[in-house]
């Protein structure tokens, strides 16, 4: 990489926070972000989520949080900042997609559902926001998804907490942009990771891809790049958008 562009996404002496860091897309995410130069803090619910970090380099490292629990994530997040001194980035990737018809969906999936794909981002966000607003920088990319756009068989309480993520993402924009802040969401379509496989394998996943005007799904690195963009020095003039990666999906 030229050293034009280098400047702008060289992320050295930064420090990351990725929840759900320790595999699929936040892995990929975290590797990234490590590789141009940032220390990455790994939250997932993995037990060998700092050895996956140390692998990393930079210091980085792994962190057991439970993301339900605001006071753990308060803690959590003001520990990291003791400990490294300042959080200039923050990707809220945790997530999990119960499926299930509407007539019939649990409440107790929905709450689930809700508060690992919103509330978690909502907490995580606010308790990073008020270290980055003291230093009038910082960088948040949430993972939201193409379900928030339009609509997918089976996924109303998805769908539902990654529309949240949308909205919220615009909020913060507007209330933290002018402290230095952006705040961004990303929106992809199917990813192949070891749960898209799973959920997507067969027939079902053929027709789904048949949808989807590039004819494929897509690819963590190919999410990893973006969120690596967005907090990158290159697009301090974006602000509360959703960039759509969906080869199309969601345009036809």
Request: proline letters at 2%; hydrophobic letters at 50%.
């Given at each position: 990489m030229?050293s034009?562009l ?15 860091g ?13 590789e ?6 790994l939250?997932d ?7 996956i ?14 993301v339900?629990?605001d ?27 119960p499926?299930?018809?509407?007539a ?20 995580f ?9 003291a ?18 068989d089976g996924?109303?309480a998805?769908a ?12 913060l ?6 402290l ?18 799973e959920v ?7 027709v789904?891809?048949?949808?989807i005007?590039v004819?494929?799904f ?19 003039l ?5 960039l ?9």
């Amino acid at each position: 990489m030229g050293s034009s562009l280098s400047k702008f996404y060289d992320l050295s002496g930064q420090v990351a926070v990725v929840t759900g860091g320790a595999q699929g897309i936040g892995l990929a995410i975290a590797t990234l972000l490590a590789e141009q130069g940032a220390t990455a803090i790994l939250v997932d619910r993995n037990p060998d989520a700092d050895r996956i970090a140390s692998a990393l380099g930079n210091n980085s490292r792994g962190l057991a949080v439970d993301v339900r629990d605001d006071a753990a994530v308060r803690s959590a997040v003001d520990g990291i900042a003791g400990r490294e001194g300042r959080i200039d980035i923050l990707v809220n990737n945790v997530g999990i997609a119960p499926i299930g018809a509407a007539a019939e969906f649990g409440t107790a999936d929905w709450d689930m559902t809700f508060a690992i794909n919103l509330r978690a981002a909502f907490l995580f966000s606010q308790a990073a926001g008020r270290h980055m607003i003291a230093r009038k920088y910082g960088r948040i990319v949430s993972l939201a998804s193409q379900a928030a756009l339009v609509a997918l068989d089976g996924h109303v309480a998805y769908a539902a907490s990654k529309a949240g993520i949308i909205a919220m993402s615009k909020v913060l924009a507007l209330e933290w942009g002018p402290l230095g802040i952006t705040v961004n969401a990303i929106s992809p379509t199917v990813v192949n990771t070891e749960l898209g496989r799973e959920v997507w394998a067969g027939e079902k996943g053929r027709v789904f891809r048949e949808k989807i005007p590039v004819g494929r799904f897509g690819e963590v690195d190919e999410i990893a790049h973006a969120v690596l963009y967005l907090v990158s020095g290159a697009a301090g003039l974006i602000n509360g958008e959703n960039l759509v990666i969906d080869g199309g999906y969601t345009v036809v």
